[in-house]
């Protein structure tokens, strides 16, 4: 063990009912990008994702596909893992649900639930939306076209009776409304933290947690005609990967409690019923909970029966990974929900890559390759101006931290494209192209200015790109060990005399007129 600080985060487990799309894409993006940026900036990392494969609705896709379930669930969630290694997630484990580590863990966790006197037995009469995997009152459903009842989902229900084993967690209200109340950023945004306390406020029905009508998943320990309900079976995916059952060993005190990223659609299950499961079972709450937003497309609701499902691995063949990568993370603000566009899409790329980083940084470079023998050029005495570039440049660390300590993605970016704004506005200024002939020395010393600032920010831009960011920290020479966040200071700075490779462009034009011939 390093001896450095941990943290654990999660993405949720995705059902394999259904091939990736962008929704997923999504969550895991913005778990990767906070676990690079907390390796970078000096922590071990557990990064988890993985495939939800139990339940009635993985039970059906499989019946329509016509194949066994287990023999389903291979194949998708490969599609996941591919997506995984497609898209440069760092992830650190994939947890299926259907692995023996998991069954342990889940039986683990029942029998102590069972013990600790929170489950009992009972019949379940009411409605169920498959789609959902939930269970909804008569009060929260609507009428859909032809009087059907559907949950706010827009699922279907269909109405349930069998015998079932049940969760007490109506006597979890109150501490739940305590854990919300004294821990205000356990739930973020907060938008989602009210809709959660409101709720629970509402008051809580005990949770039906097994089923008897279908065979797809884990048997209750000791009653194997019950099938555990899917929910609890996946939200202790998050400890098993850490170790559970064995709670009192150094890899689950090492973890746990995690940080736990999703879609708003489920948030309940994670914000309500993953922390009672906890709590019920004396087990620490996840250190937080939160809930981005939905994307729409070209703005319209994703949907396959209207085909604008946005496949991941035909926007990356579009924009390119990178380009996508920082689309998805700087379109919204994160946690709302946002529109997926190709305008928007085209113009992250032209404007904030190809025009204001890509070419501040081929700008720089090919003047120090032509200017200064292709070498890091050696600086003067540095100018306001120069320390006012650099310093904001270095102060982009503490200012990462503080947004990326509330997921607030957009806002780093943000603060990081002001620094490239400052930087071509200060070419601009300085204009080394004319020093070239008036003051070769003041020249020299624009440019390495620059290009510790470029090294500043591509040392901080790859947590969201991380192809990117490494071609350019390559053309600057940094070697690999010298690409982490302590090394953002003057101490550290470019070494005047390192040799540098040829500048080569990162950020290429996306262009327009392919769409419009293709
Ligand atoms: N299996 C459960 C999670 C269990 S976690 C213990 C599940 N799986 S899912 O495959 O349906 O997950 C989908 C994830 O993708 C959720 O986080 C969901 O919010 C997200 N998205 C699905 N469509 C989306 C958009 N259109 N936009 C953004 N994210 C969306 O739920």
Redesign the pocket.
Known sequence: MSGKPTFYITT????VN?NP????A??TLACDVMARFMRLDGHDVMFLTGT?EHGQKVEKAAEEAGVDPLTFCDKVSESFRILARDWNFSIDDFIRTTEPRHVTSVQALWRKLVENGEIYLDHYEGWYAVRDEAFYAEDELTAGPDGQKLAPSGAPVEWVKEPSYFFRLSAWQDRLLELYDSQPDFILPDTRRNEVRSFVAGGLRDLSISRTSFSWGIPVPDDPDHIMYVWID??T?YITAAGYPDEEGAEFKRWWPALHM?????MRFHAVYWPAFLMAAGIEVPKRIYAHG??TSEGQK?SKSVGNVIVPSEIVARYGLDQVRYTLMREVAFGNDGDFSHRGAAQRCNHDLANDYGNLAQRVLSMIAKNCDGQVPAHGDFTTADHGLMDKAYGLLAVSREHLSVQAFHQMLQAIWEVIGDANRYVDDQAPWALKKTDPDRMATVLYVLAEAIRVLATLTQPVMPESSGKMLDQLAIGDDQRAFDSLNAEQALKPGTALPKPQGVFPRYQEEEVEAS
């Open positions: 949720p487990i995705y059902y259904d799309h962008i929704g997923h999504y969550t939800d996946a939200l995916n999703m879609g708003k659609d489920i939905w994307w994703i």
